[in-house]
T-cell receptor
Framework: GAVVSQHPSRVICKSGTSVKIECRSL??????MFWYRQFPKQSLMLMAT?????????EQGVEKDKFLINHASLTLSTLTVTSAHPEDSSFYIC????????????FGPGTRLTVL | GQNIDQPTEMTATEGAIVQINCTYQ??????LFWYQQHAGEAPTFLSYNVLDGLEEKGRFSSFLSRSKGYSYLLLKELQMKDSASYLC?????????????FGQGTELSVKP
């Protein structure tokens, strides 16, 4: 089946630093990947749609200069949280479309970001 | 706007059957997904409906009525490991990269 990996799985950083999260589709090519954030006991909130070779499409209310997305290849998308602050602490999850009959999204294992 | 509603919490007994409902009002419709998510883990795909009716997959079944904007996930022969959050998600459009709009999730607790 389709496998999506994320790295790192957990990161703790100081306020003001930048953090990069990688999302990889391991056994398939993903033209489109998605980035979500999830707060405790809440559902997934779509942040942006990442398209290979073009600019990401951000959801309303998501600062594109703060959450930089780069989809440089068909198997890799990165999310960089710039100048992180404690309110950015969250669970960040990426997903990739499989291109199968349902075109369902397969999710990475998530990255727990804690900003001190 | 886009709106997807699910009950916040449900409790059921091991071995029983439980139905988790989902209602949606979206600007378009190109399929409804159910995902299971255990705490601290990524969601895993359970089912997909795009036409009206019931889709059965082992202990899990999912139903869709597009005219009513309604779906349910049916879990049979509940096991303790089924305790998780169940997310209903709608894909409003196909030409927007297939993005999904998620409901708030239903936290299911299975008791012995």
């Amino acid at each position: 089946g389709a496998v999506v990996s994320q790295h790192p799985s957990r990161v703790i950083c100081k306020s003001g630093t930048s953090v990069k999260i990688e999302c990889r589709s391991l056994d398939f090519q993903a033209t489109t990947m998605f980035w979500y954030r999830q707060f405790p006991k809440q559902s997934l909130m779509l942040m942006a749609t990442s398209n290979e070779g073009s600019k990401a499409t951000y959801e309303q209310g998501v600062e594109k200069d703060k959450f930089l997305i780069n989809h440089a290849s068909l198997t890799l998308s990165t999310l960089t949280v710039t100048s992180a602050h404690p309110e950015d602490s969250s669970f960040y999850i990426c997903s990739a479309e499989t291109g199968t009959i349902y075109n369902e999204q397969f999710f990475g294992p998530g990255t727990r970001l804690t900003v001190l | 706007g886009q709106n997807i509603d699910q009950p916040t919490e449900m409790t059921a007994t091991e071995g029983a059957i439980v139905q988790i409902n989902c209602t949606y009002q979206t600007s378009g419709f190109n399929g409804l997904f159910w995902y299971q998510q255990h705490a601290g883990e990524a969601p895993t795909f359970l089912s997909y409906n795009v036409l009206d009716g019931l889709e059965e997959k082992g202990r899990f079944s999912s139903f869709l009525s597009r005219s009513k904007g309604y779906s349910y996930l049916l879990l049979k022969e509940l096991q303790m490991k089924d305790s998780a959050s169940y997310l209903c998600a709608v894909r409003p459009y196909y030409n927007q990269g297939g993005k999904l709009i998620f409901g708030q999730g239903t936290e299911l607790s299975v008791k012995p």
